[in-house]
């Protein structure tokens, strides 16, 4: 479930891997689903190995084996901006609508004050509570997805 991005439950991450064209297959047991069998490829490569393992490519010199396969990654929630303070749009559409002058079957002037009013309101709330909040990284504020290394 971790692969295809921290699916909620064994059917999602299986219908994600049917549509992503990767061959899985459920394992069930007692009555649900415990594990998820995936064709598994491993690949060479003609790499520039010796002596400086692969970082400077100038000829080829070995086949090196490497696995394709699907790494797991640590998922970190970012902050609930949503729920943290929100946007009144209904009220910016009513304001704008209102302020408009109309002719016949069309708007014929659109007053921006209102868009310019509310978006301000709404940078200056984001910048407030920005302000309060303790964070040392993007991650941290919009959330994050990093690699799990696997000790040598």
Not at 78 to 101: I, K, M, P
């Amino acid at each position: 479930m971790n692969w295809v991005g921290g699916a909620e439950t064994p059917e999602t991450a299986l219908q994600l891997l049917s549509q992503g064209g990767i061959p899985n297959r459920a394992v069930n047991q007692g009555g649900r689903i415990t594990h998820i069998e995936l064709e598994h490829l491993w690949v060479e490569a003609w790499v520039d190995y010796l002596p400086s393992r692969g970082a400077k490519h100038r000829q080829g010199d070995s086949w090196i084996p490497l696995d394709a396969s699907f790494k797991q990654h640590q998922l970190t929630e970012g902050a609930e901006l949503d729920t943290a303070f929100s946007f009144a749009h209904e009220t910016l559409v009513n304001d704008w609508t209102d302020s408009a002058v109309y002719e016949e079957k069309w708007v014929s002037t659109l007053n921006n004050d209102p868009v310019q009013t509310a978006l301000t309101s709404h940078q200056q709330a984001l910048q407030q509570w920005l302000n309060g909040q303790v964070v040392d990284s993007l991650g941290k504020l919009l959330g994050q997805k990093t690699l799990k290394t696997i000790p040598r």
